[in-house]
Structures are given as C-alpha cells and as structure tokens.
C-alpha cells in the first residue's frame, strides 16, 4: 500500500436499506435520536430543534476525510478496522477508527453511544475523537494516535509492571474514570488493557465506549449484559444492576495483571488459559477475590487492590476515594518518569 491510497480503503460495503432504515434520514445521515452523522462530520441536536434546520454545516477549520493520507492498519475488529493515517497539510498523525455498518442494531446503537460520549468528552485522561463520518455505507471516526499502542501491548513486552510505575499509570486512570462516573455519568463497562492508551509523553488514556453506558444521575444503575467478561464484575455476570463501582473491580484486576504478569484468575488445573468463558465467570461469582501477595507487594498496594476487588460492589471505594488511596502517591518522591519508561522499548513507537 501507497501513500495516497487511503480514499479507496473507505468505500466498504453498503448495508441494505432495511437494515439501517432506523438510523438513516433520507438524506443519508446516520441518526440515532438527536445524534447526526454524515459526510460533513457529527452533531448533537437539541430537543426544540427541528430535523430540517439541522443540517450539518462545515466550518473554515472543519476536518475532512480527505485531508488525510493513509499510512498503515494498526488495528482491527470483526466490523472495523485502525488505520495511522497522517494530515495532509499539517503532517500531524491521527488514527481512523472505520467501522462497517451492515453489523446488528444492538450493535449499531452501541456505536450511537460511542459517538455520543466521544463528541461530548473533554478530559486529558480519555483519548480525543476530533470528528466523526458516515459516508459509504461506515462510520469514520478521526481519533487522537496514541502511539504507543495499548498498555496490554506494552506489559506482553515487559511482563510486569513495577509498583511505582502502576501508581503513576493508576493515577491517570483514576482521573479518567473520575471525569466519565462523575462529570459525565458513565459506566465504561469495558474497561481492561486493551482500551488503555500510552504515548511516548507518558500519558494514559481511556478510549473504546461502544458498551459503555450513560446513566440519569449518579445513584442510577445499568442492567445489561455487554462487555468482556473476563473483567466484567460479580455482580454484571450475576444479571444483577450494577453502577459506577463496576469499573472499579475491572481497574482493580487490569492492575493486579500488571504488577504480577498475569491475568488474576487461575484457569483449571493442566489448562494454559481460559477456554470456556461459562468456567471463567462461574469462578469469579463463586470463588475467593484475587488479591495481591503480601510477600511481593507493598502493604499500600495491597490495600488498594483489596479495596477495587470486593464482590460486595459497596465495599467498593469510589475513583474519588481511590485518589485519596495512600498508594497513590507514595512513590511521588521518586519522580516517576513514564515518557522514558514508556519509550525505552522502542517499537511500536516507531511510527512510520
């Protein structure tokens, strides 16, 4: 693939009319309630305001696909894909989250919820999407290129993650969760490794909200059943309700895999993993909270842990109260520097 090959990456196949009919106004825009998308870019309209004086408008400054250049694939999923792709003008690099749209309406509303939460959110902490298209038959999505990959790419390069360095990465994390639980009212539900950012600056940043879910107040409570199940919390594979604290149990288990290596529950004996996700999420109903060994650990992180991983999600701190969590700033003397720890493996943040 060349340089300049990007406009054809784009035309991906068009769904039939009738499997998009309850997202799409006649004018091809993706709609999803007061959610607009088309090839002009994204808007929110407000309630008193009518479909026809909605139109989107392009601005001076408006980004468009075709200011950009593609340079590689650095992701993909089973209805989408990743591009790097690089401005044309200002030579900045982005990535292009390009997803299909002939995937299941659950799914599609679950892009509408993405695309809501991506357009409203202004936090340091959660990965920027500067804009957002529906053109061809599939939503592109301009997002801030965090170059250094995932954090679950960077601890299969180390292995584990030592505890001044999961305190630095925590509190990034916990500013983030801070902003989506109680500026916006949202459970990420999904929050693991793999939607955990890094750049060579050091910074960690949320991304990925196509399960997350937006609640009315902050004493609200979900009910659905979506998410990766492997850090999903007892009380989501229960079926039961579950709020806030749900992303604290999976923060709690994302940290314990980092500092040990390994992903917190044990599969069956003889086993090299989970193979049976039913096996997975009855153990970690029915079983003991994994916690971390007082032996390799500071008492402080073993504190915190315990505090994210309780099966009673009320036992559970709050991100507010987990920033206040002594093991938060206990290595601040030692001026943690995660731009170098970050860059020192090299690849994959060589960018071009």
């Known amino acids: 693939m060349k340089k300049g090959d990007f406009a054809p990456k784009l035309t991906l196949s068009v769904p039939a009319r009738d499997e998009v009919s309850n997202f799409l106004t006649e004018s091809g825009t993706f709609k999803d309630g007061n959610l607009l998308v088309n090839k002009k870019g994204i808007r929110i309209i407000s309630e008193n305001q009518a479909e026809s004086s909605s139109a989107i408008q392009p601005s001076d400054n408006q980004l468009c696909l075709t200011d950009f250049e593609s340079i590689k694939v650095i992701g993909k999923g089973n209805s989408g894909i990743v591009w790097l792709v690089q401005h044309k003008w200002t030579q900045q690099l982005f990535a292009l989250k390009v997803i299909q749209m002939n995937i299941e309406e659950p799914s599609r509303k679950h892009l509408a919820q993405e695309l809501r939460i991506n357009h409203s959110s202004q936090c340091p902490y959660v990965v920027i999407c500067y804009q957002a298209f529906f053109d061809n038959g599939s939503i592109s999505m301009i997002l801030e290129y965090m170059d250094g990959g995932s954090l679950g790419d960077f601890l299969k390069i180390v292995k584990k993650i030592p505890e001044p360095y999961i305190a630095a990465i925590c509190k990034q994390v916990l500013k983030g969760l801070w902003y989506l639980h109680h500026e916006k009212h949202i459970i990420h539900r999904d929050l693991k490794l793999p939607n955990l950012l890094i750049n060579h600056r050091g910074d960690v940043k949320i991304t990925d909200f196509g399960v997350s879910v937006i609640l009315e107040s902050t004493s609200g409570a979900a009910s659905t059943f979506i998410g990766t199940y492997n850090y999903m919390s007892p009380e989501r594979i229960s079926g039961k309700s579950h709020g806030f604290r749900s992303d604290i149990w999976s923060l709690g288990l994302v940290l314990l895999e980092c500092a040990t290596g390994d992903f917190p529950y044990s599969p069956p004996q003889g086993e ?76 994959p943040f060589a960018t071009l």
């Open 272 to 347: 090299e993993g989970w193979t049976n996700v039913f096996e997975l999420m009855e153990t970690i109903v029915t079983q003991p909270e994994p916690y971390a060994n007082p032996d390799l650990f500071s008492p402080q992180f073993c504190s915190f842990i315990a505090k994210c991983v309780q099966k009673d999600p009320n036992k559970r701190l709050s991100a507010y109260e987990l920033m206040r969590h002594p093991f938060i700033n206990m290595y601040d003397d030692l001026d943690i520097d995660l731009a170098s720890y970050f860059t020192a493996i090299g690849p």
